[in-house]
DNA sequence: CGGTCCTCCTGATGGC
DNA sequence: TGCCATCAGGAGGACC
């Protein structure tokens, strides 16, 4: 799944699940091992692991012995835990125990990597530092002269930001969309970033269950959880949702609500 | 540098 | 019922 909230969820399932060596392996579509041999992924997987990882959208897994395996999600992957070796979309599934666990990917743009110790820093060294670890500061300088929007789904200025964290907290804070970094004090990038680190927060409370096999959202027939995403009317207001694109995405927003920095 | 568009792939949904 | 357009949590690259 995409967002920081959903890859730590997706963390803390694998840690609760995946508590031995694999004893069966199946790579159903080789495709999405997009680094390394299908005997790499295979002799990893059947070892047990030691810990799990995670910055921003990249999970991985660390073994006692051998490379790691790293796991990204992008729009529809996620890990999904069954009691039988057939399961829709699932492009990996390994047997641990009793259960069945699954890399389910509908769209295939997420992959599975085979990474030595220098291409695990290698790969992390791309990558910005986690919201709660983010230096607002710092954060202002990377973003330029960049909108907001550009800059916070840059994963290399903070880690873990997708589209709908972007619109939920733009909202929180009565930003308007369009607005550029440059805009903000200082002041003002340390509550963005703290918004971050609450609603992902608040999505790991909310949406984790050790026993839950897999998380539904929006556009797989689930609810939709959020304030504004893809929403019809303001909960503040009650006024229309309005929605535009920014680099060609879409971005929901209240234009009563969030007027701030409105060009 | 910044913005826009396209691409990877497969589905769900809604209009006609 | 069928057909077609549009949209979907990500991200890299081409191009202006």
Request: hydrophobic share 35%; proline share 5%.
């Amino acid at each position: 799944m995409p967002e920081l909230g959903e890859v730590e969820i997706a963390r803390k399932h694998l840690q609760s699940w995946w508590t031995d060596a694999a004893s069966t392996f199946h790579l159903i579509d080789a495709k999405v091992l997009k680094s390394g041999e299908p005997a790499d992924l295979e002799r990893q997987i059947s070892q047990t692991p030691r810990a799990f990882k995670r910055r921003g959208k990249q999970l991985w897994v660390e073994f006692a012995d051998g490379p790691h395996l790293a796991f990204h999600f992008r729009m529809t992957g996620q890990i999904v835990r069954t009691t039988s070796p057939e399961e829709r979309f699932s492009r990996i599934a390994w047997q641990v125990g009793d259960s069945w666990l699954h890399f389910v990917d509908p769209r295939r743009f997420g992959y599975v990597e085979v990474w030595t110790d220098s291409e695990r820093d290698a790969a992390l060294a791309k990558l910005g530092p986690d919201p709660h670890a983010a230096d607002p500061k710092l954060m202002r300088e990377k973003a330029g002269a960049r909108q907001l929007k550009a800059a916070l789904l840059d994963q290399s200025v903070i880690a873990g930001v997708g589209n709908i964290a972007f619109i939920e907290v733009m909202w929180r804070l009565g930003l308007h969309p369009e607005i550029k970094g440059s805009q903000l004090s200082k002041a003002e990038w340390s509550r963005l970033i703290q918004a971050f680190v609450d609603f992902f927060d608040e999505v790991v409370e909310r949406d984790f269950s050790p026993e839950q096999g897999r998380i539904d959202y929006v556009n797989t027939g689930g609810t939709n959880p959020f304030e504004i995403y893809q929403q019809d009317q303001c909960p503040k207001c009650s006024g229309g949702i309005e929605r535009l694109v920014q680099g060609g995405r879409s971005t929901y927003f209240c234009p009563r609500c969030q007027r701030s920095g409105r060009r």
